[in-house]
Structure formats: C-alpha cells, structure tokens
C-alpha cells in the first residue's frame, strides 16, 4: 500500500514567519524552558527541538526567542490538513507538520500525486512542505525528510530496506535507553540493525526491539489511522479595542455562545464542550480554554454559566483583540441524561457489594484506597498513600 | 450493651506506597553500583545512564540524601536503587 508523507521542515517557525515579516531573515527560538522548534539557521548553529532554552540561546548569536503559540499552529494544520483531505479519502495527521496520506485505490502516479499535494499546500496555505513515498509509513517519512522543501521523491515498491540501510539509528522510534545501548553496541545504521538476527536482537530490545528491527529493514504495515472530522460551530468576535477588562470579554464570550447555540448548524443537538479562544494582542499570540461540560447541555444558560465559571477561574492575561468561541461534541441526545449522581451510587453500591464478598471469604481482607498525598514530593514514596476502604 | 472490639477508632492505616526496599548491590571504589542482587541471583550493570542525588528535610532529625541510579542490567532490565547517604543503604525504588 503506497503512502506519501507530506512533511513541512520546521512547522512553527514557518508558521510565525508567516504572520511576522521582521523575523524573515532572523536566527529564530521557540519556546519557554526548552526549545519547541527552531529555525535551519539555528540548527545548523547546533539547536535541536528538546534542548534547553538557555544552552539554544548560548549557541545563536542575536536570535529571535518567540513563545510558543500552540493552539495559533494547531489551527494552521489543520487548515493544510483540510487541503490535502481533498487530494486523499485517508489523512492521518501524525504530528505537527507531518502528515501520512493512502494512495491506496487511487489512480495516480505517485510522483505528479506528491508534486500536486506541495503544489495545492502551497497556492492554499503558503507552506512549502516536502513529499516522501514509500510503502510503509515509516519509509515515507524517512523519504520526506531527505528531500529538500518543495521536493517530492517516490521509492520503488520494495526499495526500503536498502533505502534506509545507510540512514542512522536515530531516526527509529526507540527510547532513549535503547538509542544509548545501540551507540553502546557499534551499532550506527539501520543497515547494521536489519541484518543481525531478529531473536537475538529482541531478547537483547523486546518488542521495542523487535519494532525497530522491522523498521529498519523496511518492514512496515502500520495502518493509517484517518483523521476523524468533528462536527463543530464556530462563532468569532472582534472586540471594539484590545482589552484586558474581565466583564468585556465575558460580554463578548455570553455574545458567542448564545450566538453559536442559535446557529442553524447545531441543528438542536446537544453539546459537550465549548472551546473559548482569544487572539491576543502586539503579537501575544493565543490563549485557549476548553470547557468540558459535565453533560451534553442543550440550554445555552447553563452553557455559558459554566464557561463563565471556567474564565474567571483562568482569563486571559494579556489585551484581547479577537474572540472565539467553539462548540464541540454534537450529540444526538434528545433527552436528559441520567443524573451523575445515580451512576455513581451504582457502582458505589458494586464497589461495596464486592468488598463484603472479599470480607466474607478471606475473614478480615483489607481494603485499601489509593490517595495522592504529595504528589509534587521528589521523595517517591511520599507521592501517594494506601489508606484503609470501609464502605 | 455495646460490646467493646477493642480496635482502635479513627480513619483507618495509611500505607505509604513505593516504599524503598533492601538491595544488596556492588559497589566500586567510587560508589558507584557494578552488580546488584535481585531475587537471589546476581546481575551484572551494563550501564548507568542516569544519576542524580535528591536533598529534601534536613531541618528533620532524619534527613533525606539519596543518590539514585537508573540501572540497565546485563539481562536488559532496567531498575532504579538508591544509596542512602546518610546510612549507606542501598535500596531498589521506582522513581
């Protein structure tokens, strides 16, 4: 089964430079303690995502930190996400920037396919990604991260293994432990990996072991899981002026909810989740809240009481210049759910029921509950307690 | 008449969970762990890859001072002790 990822080199930092033209030829950061992602000019410099921000700082001379602005790239994946939904009926978005795309039952070459994919990436959204395709998916993914930005290269049906033979051990999904006793092992490649002996190689690993062992020899038949499209409603407001007052923003949070309850999208279904959002102002990047409801809500009264609640638990801190508010987890619900109250009494009642049978078969059987007590302790077990149960 | 149990009253035992427990374990001349025993049979240190020392209520009579060692086996396992600095015990811990 052929499948291409489409990869775009350095996601944020593209995605920042698009909506900040002074930072287009600036050695960029981003992140708070440790780096996020960087710019090539920074990587060259040696930054690696994951490295702390103070060691990246120390490397670049006069770079760009930028704090992280999650839900703003979230949001811009998922807008190439919907492009290249219309080039495939099977997207998987594997992480930020990379996407795994079937080319199963379509009746394309892989190579125009890839070039169409950048091409439609970058007419739509300005990015300019990098296409692999290999018959696995970890193949392609290796592929897409060889070619150059705006490239696509296809591998021939059972070309992999010798495709990745010379590639490094680095690139394998293996945990930190298993990557040391590699190097501790001479081995450097993939090609050093395939050819040892699976059973020894997995006594040695486990199933990481054994995963990795695949990979690297190009055996690969990890499904895609499609990316699920929720139905939601969105409604957005513009403030009249950035504005940090708290009873503006609910002003115009009540607004959009009352708002996306009466839009004829919701098509009277019930919700379980709002999403508040707030562009903020000079470059502040977003905020975002999600409010879980404890029950699909079908009154918008008691929707926005508790997204009132929840902001004023955690406003935003910085001057609002747009809001948006987002209502997720449509349901078919017509009718009210069972109280909490009764499902709970339930198992309550299934939890006692069981500990008097333990009682009555092993005499005086303890029952204990796990509790947290300190969990922030670095005195392990200082963390959490068993205390006695009795129902 | 109620009958007196004789249990004491109150919220009930509180157990501590992850508790340390005893391990023998060889030590080189710096400290640092070269075997340990687990289930009676001794097994080789491969490797150490990581170390650190945790410091935590020395205002009590019985300060806290480990140093702990994330261990990788011969027979690839991979466990966490502790030596105690202030008793010098060892000891096997998930952290």
Known sequence: MPIACVYVPRFAVEVERQRRSDIAARLVLIGEVTVLDCSLGAETSGVRPGMRMSEAIGLCHQVVVLPPDVPHYERRFEEALDVLDGLSPVVEAACLGAAYLSLDGLSVEPVPFAEEAISALRRRTGLMAAVGIAGGKFAAWTVARAARPGLAKALPPGEEAAFLAPLPVDLLPASDSMRWRLRLLGLETMGDIARLPLGAFQQQFGPEGKRCWELAGGIDDEPLTPRVREETVVRRLQMPAPTVALEAILMGVERLVYAAYGDSGRRGRWVRKAVVRATLDAGGGSWELPVPFREALADPRDAWFAVKCAIARRPPQRPVEELEVELVGLSAESGKQSAMFEGKGRLRGQVEEAVRQLRAHGGQASIGKVVEVEPWSRIPERRAALVEFDP | ?95
């Open chain 2, 1 to 95: 008449m109620v009958t007196d149990t004789g249990a004491t009253g109150g919220p009930g035992r509180v157990r501590p969970l992850n508790r340390p427990r005893p391990l023998r374990v060889e030590a080189d001349g710096d400290g640092g762990p070269t075997a340990v025993w687990l289930a009676g049979r001794r097994c080789a240190v491969e490797a150490v890859p990581e170390r650190w020392r945790i410091d935590d209520e020395w205002w009590r009579q019985r300060p806290v001072s480990r140093v702990y060692y994330r261990l990788v086996l011969a027979d690839g396992r991979v466990v966490t002790v502790y030596r105690d600095l202030v008793s010098g015990r060892w000891a096997k811990q998930t952290y």
